[in-house]
């Protein structure tokens, strides 16, 4: 079944305490990014990948990292942890980035910093 | 370059149609549609490539003016199951190529 899975899918952290959410996708697609939404705000980008070992900043990058060390694989890492970064957060992946792809998303992982 | 969306909630009894707009500043080149569901991911409804192109899934279509920048969902005859937050979303453009933009979200709340 092609799927996108994200662990884990509820945390409860403490501000400062560095955590990682994982990112699986088993369709053999390109691009994959990290989206945060937050009530009245949509989704909004953090990070994306075109490829293995190619990332860049979305639009709300500020206090995360991430890497793609492999075609399926795409954590995303948070240093230092804030209340400000705590929300809903989906791992979303398409065959590439050229117009109209599907997204496939995974089903959401919900942090709290406190 | 998030997109626009409008109205931002909206209240139906079965059986009544929705439009729900999608609007955007930049070049649009693509717009995808996605319904999530209290608590869940977003799920893919519908992508419109071609300006002038229309979608239908269902009761539910789309139509894209490329020229207007702006897109619109319609849902026809909805259905309790029609509820949700529906997103649209672009490609960014220009420096911002490889970006994917959406917009804040429309509530549709279907009542019996």
Same mark, same amino acid.
């Given at each position: 079944e092609a799927q996108v899975t994200q662990n884990p899918r509820y945390l409860i952290t403490v501000t400062g305490k560095k955590l990682t959410v994982t990112c699986s996708q088993n369709?053999?697609? #390109?691009y994959m990014s990290w989206y945060r939404q937050d009530p009245g705000l949509g989704l909004r980008q953090i990070y994306y990948s075109m490829n293995v070992e190619v990332t860049d900043k979305g639009d709300v990058p500020e206090g995360y990292k991430v890497s793609r060390k492999e075609k399926r694989n795409f954590p995303l890492i948070l240093e230092s942890p804030s209340p400000n970064q705590t929300s809903l957060y989906f791992c979303a992946s398409s065959l590439?980035? #050229?117009?109209g792809n599907t997204i496939y998303f995974g089903e959401g992982s919900w942090l709290t910093v406190v | 370059q998030q997109p626009v969306q409008s109205p931002q909630a909206v209240i139906l009894r079965e059986g009544e149609d929705a439009v729900i707009n999608c609007s955007s500043s930049k070049a649009l080149y693509s717009v995808h549609w996605y319904r999530q569901k209290h608590g869940e991911a977003p799920v893919f409804l519908m992508i419109l490539l071609k300006g002038g192109e229309q979608k239908g899934h269902e009761k539910i279509s789309a139509s894209f003016n490329e020229k207007k920048q702006q897109s619109s969902l319609y849902l026809t005859? %909805?259905?309790? %199951? +029609? %509820?949700g937050t529906y997103f649209c979303g672009t490609e960014g453009v220009g +420096? &911002?190529? &490889?970006k994917f933009y959406f917009g804040s979200g429309t509530k549709l709340n279907v009542k019996p």
């Open positions: 369709m053999n697609h #390109e590439s980035a #050229e117009f | 005859a %909805s259905q309790l %199951s +029609y %509820s +420096y &911002n190529f &490889n």
